[in-house]
């Protein structure tokens, strides 16, 4: 079974950081994109950053310069380092995965979600 599973998340002050990362496991999984979005109280669910396979970044416009997306392709891990952490930060935050098996084809998966909360 092809899933993802998520940890790094608590609470942190504004202006603190935090390291989230996100590990992919599952017989023949050849990932594409591996990426982290997130949901806020009274929010939809919104991308933060993806990468690709070849290293390819993309991220929201409110994260650039603030946060930054890696990835680790022999241990199917992707990071996620989140600065100078605002208020508006606090959400859900969701593993995202793509990719290929010979036995399901192409196929998308998602975390559990670790929530990370920036409060005084």
């Known amino acids: 079974q092809v899933q993802v599973v998520e940890s790094g998340g608590g609470l942190v002050q504004p202006g603190g950081s935090l390291s989230l990362s996100c590990a992919a496991s599952?017989?023949?999984?050849?990932?594409?994109?591996m990426g982290w979005y997130r949901k806020g109280p009274a929010k939809q669910r919104e991308l933060v950053a993806t990468?690709?396979?070849?290293?390819?970044?993309n991220y929201a416009e409110s994260v650039k310069g603030l946060f930054t997306i890696s990835r680790d392709n022999a241990k199917n891990t992707v990071y996620l380092q989140t600065n100078s952490l605002k208020p508006e930060d606090t959400a859900v935050y969701y593993c995202?995965?793509?990719?290929?098996?010979?036995?399901?084809?192409?196929?998308?998966?998602w975390g559990q979600g670790t929530l990370v909360i920036v409060s005084t």
């Open positions: 990468i690709t396979s070849q290293g390819s970044t």
């Open positions: 599952g017989n023949a999984f050849s990932i594409y994109t």
């Open positions: 995202y995965a793509d990719g290929y098996t010979p036995k399901t084809g192409y196929l998308e998966v």
